[in-house]
């Protein structure tokens, strides 16, 4: 148990802010985040997507995306584009990663 106490350790701070923020017309807060994790010496950018509907109050989130913020915000745009809701948000995702793959 001590081991393992030690190894959290190694991961001292993660900072989260909102880089995007849009408003969409079905009353969803759509969000890309950008987190820096710092572990040990080096420090890794990570970029996220979380929804919030303001009708329901349901919200879902995935905090770390991609690496890359300019595919993290196309992928924020088709979601605003298609009025994706938050429980949606893991299909669309889902379906992203499958379509990346295949054009591989």
Same mark, same amino acid.
């Given at each position: 148990? $001590?081991?393992?106490?030690?190894?959290?350790?190694?991961i001292s701070d993660i900072h989260n802010i909102i880089y995007m923020e849009v408003y969409g017309? #079905?009353?969803? $807060?759509?969000? /890309? =985040?950008?987190?820096? *994790? #710092?572990?040990?010496?080096?420090?890794?950018?990570?970029?996220? /997507?979380? *929804?919030?509907? !303001?009708?329901?109050?349901?919200?879902?989130? $995935?905090? #770390?995306?991609?690496?890359?913020?300019?595919?993290?915000?196309?992928?924020?745009? !088709? !979601? /605003?584009?298609?009025? $994706?809701?938050?429980?949606? *948000?893991? #299909?669309?995702?889902?379906?992203?990663?499958?379509?990346? *793959?295949? =054009? !591989?």
């Amino acid at each position: 148990m $001590i081991l393992k106490q030690k190894q959290r350790k190694k991961i001292s701070d993660i900072h989260n802010i909102i880089y995007m923020e849009v408003y969409g017309s #079905n009353r969803v $807060i759509y969000q /890309v =985040t950008s987190s820096t *994790l #710092n572990k040990s010496k080096d420090k890794k950018s990570v970029y996220g /997507v979380s *929804l919030k509907d !303001l009708c329901t109050g349901e919200s879902a989130s $995935i905090s #770390n995306f991609s690496n890359n913020l300019e595919k993290t915000v196309k992928f924020a745009n !088709l !979601l /605003v584009y298609k009025e $994706i809701e938050p429980m949606g *948000l893991y #299909n669309a995702a889902f379906y992203r990663l499958s379509v990346e *793959l295949n =054009t !591989l």
